[in-house]
């Protein structure tokens, strides 16, 4: 997979650092006016440390489930094996799809319904852009257009989709939380950071990250 190539990693890690950059930029605007600047990034505004603590530990008290539903299921062994390199784009990953999601793709101002359903819907989206229960291979030595789609509807592919569908509700939430009244995604990048290093530390105990 691309997040296993060192290339692919660093690169990916860099774009996610360039934004970061930018986005904090906004955010420390924020914190010292307590007002949003003309074309700032979406939730770059301050929240309380204990929503961030809170979104930390949300995050791992749901890979713990996940993890606990896989060796229910007998589907632990099933899962993939990730490079060490995988780690830097997780963490990447976790910014940037927390700003392209929980900060851009949700309705917002047009009444809690069309909240809900929109949340819904991304989530959906989110978990199925996930390539768990699908797979594109590409034989070495020919073009990347020429690859193969593959279903791939096991058990753990099945749970997996679901864990992360469930991580983004659990974003979703944390951003429009009543006690997160700035809209921040700050509790949705720890939290999603978190999980993705408890992900890359479970496999590493299962013996599931390539050295």
Not at 3 to 12: G, M
Not at 77 to 100: C, H, K, M, R, Y
Not at 169 to 188: D, E, G, H, Q, V
Request: proline share 3%; glycine share 6%.
């Amino acid at each position: 997979m691309f997040q296993d190539s060192p290339v692919f990693s660093i690169l990916s890690f860099a774009i996610a650092l360039y934004l970061f950059y930018m986005w904090f930029g906004d955010y420390r605007h924020f914190a010292k006016t307590g007002e949003l600047r003309k074309g700032a990034f979406e939730g770059a505004t301050t929240v309380s440390s204990k929503l961030i603590i809170i979104a930390i530990v949300s995050a791992l008290i749901l890979l713990t489930i996940v993890s606990v539903a896989e060796n229910l299921t007998g589907s632990t062994a099933d899962q993939t094996s990730v490079a060490p390199f995988a780690l830097i784009s997780w963490i990447g990953a976790g910014f940037v799809e927390e700003l392209i999601f929980r900060g851009y793709l949700v309705v917002k101002n047009k009444g809690r319904a069309m909240l809900i359903a929109s949340i819904l819907f991304f989530s959906l989206i989110f978990a199925v852009g996930h390539p768990f229960l699908w797979d594109y291979t590409v034989e070495d030595g020919t073009s990347i257009f020429s690859g193969v789609w593959k279903f791939n509807p096991t058990v753990q592919a099945t749970i997996a989709t679901l864990s992360v569908f469930c991580c983004s509700l659990l974003f979703y939430t944390l951003r429009f939380l009543p006690t997160n009244k700035n809209r921040s995604i700050l509790p949705c990048i720890f939290a999603h950071v978190a999980y993705n290093c408890g992900v890359f530390a479970t496999k590493l105990v299962q013996g599931f990250v390539q050295w």
